[in-house]
Structures are given as C-alpha cells and as structure tokens.
C-alpha cells in the first residue's frame, strides 16, 4: 500500500521552529518529487515548498513567504522528506500536508498534479 504519513507537527511559540517528517512506505522517493502544501481554516491549500531530483542532486523549491525561514531535506535512506521550519509566525499556522508526484522535477504547486497525499499535521503558532 502507498502512503505517505506526516509528523511533527504541534503547538509553537512565534519566532520557534518545527521540523516536519514525511514518510513514504510502499514505494521509493527517488523517482518521486515530493510537495509541501498546508491548508489554514478557511483558505485553500497552497503549496510551500518541493524537492525534486537530478544528477547533479536534489533541487529545492519555496514560495516567497517561506523563503529563507523554511528548508526541505530528504534522506533516501530513511526514505524521509523533512521540512525545517524556523522563526515561525501566526500566518504559519496551517494543516501541513505532503504529497508525491510521479517524476524527478518539481513541476509547480497545483495539487491535481500530485499523486499521493499524506493524512496531514496540524502546525498552530500562537503565544
């Protein structure tokens, strides 16, 4: 069965980090780009951030309001997708969803174009 599962999610201060994990079990994330989306109440799901693949390494992709505040990783090994999310605010606070698109590249943020798609978790950034 293919999933995806995501944690790390919780409850932080604004100016604190997380660090979200998603899991792929029952295929492998190399031929995989893999998407970070989050949904707040009340507003549609946008995409955050994606990681992709070539041969000269992993590409990495992020919307302007996260750029230099959020990082994306993958371990292959752990077959793991992270995504570090530091001085965080109350605009942050969103359901945090990773999803799988067939492929290497990151091809953009329209979720008709992704695959598979995690549970998603919940990300609250409030004093």
């Known amino acids: 069965q293919l999933r995806l599962v995501e944690s790390g999610g919780g409850l932080v201060q604004p100016g604190g980090s997380l660090r979200l994990s998603c899991l792929a079990s029952g295929f492998t994330l190399d031929n995989y780009a893999i998407g970070w989306f989050r949904q707040a109440s009340g507003k549609e799901r946008e995409g955050v951030s994606c990681i992709g693949s070539s041969d000269s390494g992993d590409i990495t992709n992020y919307v302007d309001s996260v750029k230099g505040r959020f990082t994306v990783s993958k371990d292959n090994a752990k077959n793991t997708v992270y995504l570090q999310m530091n001085s965080l605010t109350p605009e942050d606070t969103a359901v945090y969803y990773c999803?799988?698109?067939?492929?290497?590249?990151?091809?953009?943020?329209?979720?008709?174009?992704?695959?598979?798609w995690g549970q998603g978790t919940q990300v609250t950034v409030s004093s």
């Open positions: 999803a799988a698109d067939f492929g290497y590249y990151c091809t953009g943020y329209e979720p008709i174009e992704y695959d598979y």
